[in-house]
């Protein structure tokens, strides 16, 4: 288990009871002063900290995967660098309630009547991942999951522009539009040249940022499996803090991970 882990979990959780090529254009045909206004643009953005303390979602899931193809509903609750709630529903039943911190990754299955948890670190490293949790509230948000520690120059592809570099074991590359100022996609490789995109759209504002609506998460590993994931957001509510439950039932079994 490599990149896949992450959104995989959502496979596992409720089983238990594109390739493209694009041609860069030089640099040279785009006139210096679009050149400086991408420049400048991307220096601000990768200064951009996380905008909300709170985001919640009410989206539905399609889910594609080797062994399973289903439509679920997920309700989500992130708050900045604490928490991610998650909940997985089918026909109104909760299957499946997940919480994820920076320390642990807890997870009440109710259909198997078990009681999840490990350590968030540990459970990364063992799936092979080099994300960390700040990497993932990015991504939930439909953010830049991680910046350049130093200054990247961007590919201009019109309308749009690509940036991309390698950082500890991780190849990175963004495809940001320039007229529309949002990211549209995002490609990450791992050594074992596994990769995990997302292709976002439907871009509504909310207080000064662009929430896409639309998202398509696709992990391929080496051993050609795919796994698809179609989100499709119908609610946002921006820091509006709500009290989360996570209670165990006494009668689930504890599984450690």
């Not at 594109?18 to 601000?44: D, G, H, P, Q, R």
């Not at 911190?101 to 259909?111: A, E, G, H, Y």
Request: hydrophobic share 40%.
């Amino acid at each position: 288990m490599t990149l896949k882990g992450i959104f995989i979990i959502l496979v596992w959780l409720l089983i238990s009871s594109c390739k493209t090529s694009t041609k860069l254009a030089s640099t040279s045909a785009v006139n210096k002063k679009a050149i400086k206004a991408v420049e400048k643009n991307w220096n601000a953005m990768s200064l951009m900290q996380f905008p909300f303390d709170w985001v919640s979602y009410r989206s539905r899931l399609n889910i594609d995967a080797p062994t399973l193809k289903i439509q679920v509903k997920l309700t989500s609750h992130l708050i900045k660098d604490s928490l991610l709630w998650a909940s997985v529903s089918k026909l109104g039943f909760e299957s499946h309630r997940m919480l994820l911190t920076p320390d642990t990754i807890k997870i009440l299955d109710r259909l198997g009547n078990q009681y999840i948890i490990g350590s968030t670190q540990k459970w990364l490293k063992n799936q092979g991942l080099l994300l960390t949790f700040n990497d993932i509230q990015n991504l939930w948000i439909g953010n830049y999951p991680r910046y350049p520690k130093k200054s990247i120059d961007p590919h201009i592809i019109n309308p749009n522009y690509r940036i991309h570099w390698e950082e500890e074991g991780l190849d990175f590359a963004y495809l940001y539009s320039i007229l529309e100022n949002t990211l549209i996609k995002v490609l990450i490789t791992d050594p074992k040249h596994q990769t995990f995109s997302v292709n976002q759209s439907s871009f509504n504002p909310h207080e000064g940022f662009a929430v896409p609506y639309e998202r398509t998460y696709e992990v391929a590993g080496y051993d050609d499996d795919m796994y698809t994931f179609k989100m499709s957001i119908q609610d946002v509510k921006l820091n509006q803090p709500k009290t989360l439950s996570f209670q165990v039932p006494d009668r689930y079994e504890r599984v450690d991970l």
